[in-house]
C-alpha cells in the first residue's frame, strides 16, 4: 500500500465523469506541475504522451489560446507581450513545437479530454460568443482568434466549475477567473 495521494483529492477539486480507478489512488504524475493525479483527476492524453492533471488543464488551454494567436499571425508576430508569455508560461513545455502540445480548439480539448461534462463546453462557447467587456487584464482579447477567446472561456470556467482552490491558481488564471465570471 503506498502513502501517496492524488492532489486533487486532497484538496477536493471536483471529479471529471469518465474516471477510472479508485479515487485518491495516483496512477501517475501530472506533466506539467508533477502532481500525482488518480483516474479521478487526469487523463492521459491520447496524441500527447503525457497525463495532465485537471489543476492544469485550464494552464494548457490557456497555453494553447496563446499559441493559437501565434500561429494564426503566421509567426510574423513576435511574442513579446507580458500578457501573451505570462499565458504561454502555463505549460512548461510552451517552448516545443505548437502541433506537439497545443490543443487547436474547445472540440480538440473535448476530444483529447472525454472526462469533462459537456455542459462546460458549451456554456464556453456560448459566452465566449457574447463576450464583449474589454479590460487591461486581458487587453490582447481583440486580436485573439475565436478559438483563442473559446479556449480562455474554458479555462476560467473549468477553474470555477471544479472548484479549484484560488490559492492553486496562478495569478494570470486567478484574473481570467474573475474577468469571466
Not at 20 to 31: E, H, L, S, T, V
Not at 53 to 80: F, T
Not at 98 to 112: G, L, M, P, T
Amino acid at each position: 500500500m503506498s502513502n501517496a495521494a492524488c492532489h486533487a483529492c486532497v484538496v477536493k477539486v471536483g471529479a471529471l465523469r469518465n474516471t477510472f480507478g479508485n479515487c485518491g489512488d495516483p496512477f501517475g504524475a501530472c506533466n506539467n506541475c508533477s502532481a500525482f493525479a488518480c483516474g479521478h483527476h487526469g487523463t492521459r492524453d491520447p496524441n500527447v504522451p503525457q497525463l495532465i492533471c485537471v489543476e492544469c488543464d485550464p494552464n494548457l488551454l490557456c497555453a494553447s489560446a496563446a499559441a493559437a494567436l501565434s500561429a494564426a499571425a503566421a509567426g510574423q508576430m513576435p511574442i513579446d507581450d507580458p500578457i501573451l508569455i505570462e499565458m504561454l508560461r502555463g505549460y512548461r513545455r510552451f517552448w516545443l513545437p505548437r502541433d506537439y502540445w497545443a490543443f487547436r480548439s474547445v472540440d480538440d480539448f473535448r476530444e483529447r479530454r472525454p472526462g469533462y461534462d459537456p455542459t462546460f463546453f458549451e456554456e464556453a462557447l456560448n459566452r465566449a460568443r457574447g463576450f464583449r467587456r474589454i479590460g487591461e487584464e486581458l487587453r490582447i482579447w481583440q486580436s485573439l482568434p475565436q478559438e483563442s477567446k473559446e479556449m480562455l472561456v474554458l479555462a476560467a470556467l473549468i477553474t470555477r466549475r471544479l472548484n479549484i482552490p484560488e490559492q492553486n491558481l496562478g495569478s494570470l488564471m486567478l484574473r481570467l477567473r474573475k474577468f469571466f465570471d
